[in-house]
């Protein structure tokens, strides 16, 4: 299976399927009316591009939506995406570049180290 990619409105309904595990395309529909303003046709298109793309399996009845992706891999996917975007991929890169602009405090930093040290063993 290729890495799949998500866009933001799509990130708005697969947010909600990985806070609450399944929900009714009504409901996701109703919550997302609610926060975000969309009408249910426009909801029930991002759904079914979900569906489309692998990101949510359909369980009747009741059309029941299930993620089928983790937010963690959907987070390493658009992580590395953006990474070979803006950076050639060099993580290395990017890591100086942000922390070169960052007021880390103490905690920050020794956090930063602690996981440096684990990754040369």
């Known amino acids: ?58 369980e009747d009845p009741g059309f029941l939506c299930r993620a089928t992706i983790s937010k963690r891999t959907v987070q390493n996917i658009e992580t590395k995406a953006l990474l070979n975007k803006l950076y050639n991929g060099s993580l290395s890169t990017f890591l100086t570049d942000y922390l070169k602009n960052q007021d880390l405090s103490q905690a920050e930093i020794m956090e930063l180290e602690r996981i440096i040290s684990e990754q040369r063993f």
């Open 1 to 58: 299976m290729s890495e799949i990619r998500l866009h933001e409105g799509e990130l708005n309904v697969m947010e909600l399927l990985w806070s609450n595990k399944v929900l009714a395309a009504k409901d996701i529909s109703k919550i997302i009316k609610e926060y975000i303003g969309w009408e249910k046709n426009t909801t029930y298109t991002v759904i079914k591009r979900l569906i489309d793309k692998g990101a949510i399996k359909r």
